[in-house]
């Protein structure tokens, strides 16, 4: 392991009782299978993390927005548990200087890993529950996860703002294919062009929209199709 633990322990805000789940938490599969450790990696952790993290995320959601249909809270939801989001907090807690890895795993670069790093966060999430509890799990979700309710409510503007991301985030929480965007016609002079562009989320749910760059007219492709996802979800 590169770093002192307790320097790890400082970044999260939480001190381990039992030693043992943080060093679980941070041991990949790769690691263990070199060591010969039956069970000894974070895959379980990781496992009991998704779902700890799924209930504090939700728990805290419907706290902060009373007034929000399942809809939006289902959006905000996924946008806070994704691997992009977990990743970017392991980022900052410079958690893949801290990973037990196998040798190959180190080779191919896996202390940089998004999916990894995302795991390894969830993993040290149940083992903060393991080890100190409920409220152990939901003061560090709290901190690094949610941040305070000013960043909470920024989450929320923005993905009801940029269509296209918030159109990403519903069509994933209603299980529907990635949208896509084809451009599909433009007219005028060069310095007046304006742009059609076709936004489809699989076979059923399409979109034309209409602006002055191809990004404004995918925004407003997305926006039509997001409130008519939104309609079905609420």
């Known amino acids: 392991m590169r770093a002192d633990l307790e320097?790890?322990?400082?970044?999260?805000g939480y001190t381990f009782q039992n030693r043992d789940f943080l060093v679980r938490a941070l041991t990949h599969t790769s690691h263990a299978y070199e060591k010969n450790l039956p069970l000894g990696d974070n895959e379980q952790l990781e496992f009991l993390g998704d779902a700890v993290l799924g209930f504090l995320v939700s728990e805290h959601l419907i706290n902060r927005f009373p007034g929000y249909r399942e809809g939006r809270l289902s959006v905000l939801k996924n946008f806070l548990v994704s691997a992009s989001h977990l990743h970017e907090v392991a980022q900052r807690l410079e958690l893949g200087e801290y990973l037990r890895l196998g040798r190959g795993e180190e080779l191919s670069g896996g202390r940089v890993k998004?999916?990894?790093?995302?795991?390894?966060?969830?993993?040290l999430i149940a083992g903060q529950y393991l080890d100190g509890g409920l409220?152990?799990?939901r003061g560090f979700v709290v901190?690094?996860?949610?941040?305070d309710a000013s960043a909470i409510a920024?989450?929320?503007?923005s993905l009801f703002t940029n269509y296209k991301g918030a159109l990403q985030e519903v069509a994933r929480?209603?299980?529907?294919?990635a949208p896509r965007y084809v451009v599909v016609g433009e007219q005028g002079p060069a310095h007046a062009r304006t742009f059609r562009v076709e936004a489809r989320v699989g076979e059923e749910w399409v979109a034309r929209g209409e602006g002055d760059s191809k990004k404004s007219a995918g925004q407003q492709a997305a926006q039509v199709i997001l409130k008519q996802l939104m309609a079905k979800v609420e």
């Open 135 to 137: 409220e152990a799990a």
């Open 114 to 123: 998004r999916g990894l790093l995302a795991d390894a966060l969830e993993a």
């Open 7 to 12: 320097a790890l322990e400082a970044a999260l």
């Open 143 to 147: 901190r690094h996860i949610l941040g």
């Open 173 to 177: 929480s209603l299980n529907l294919p």
């Open 154 to 157: 920024g989450y929320a503007d």
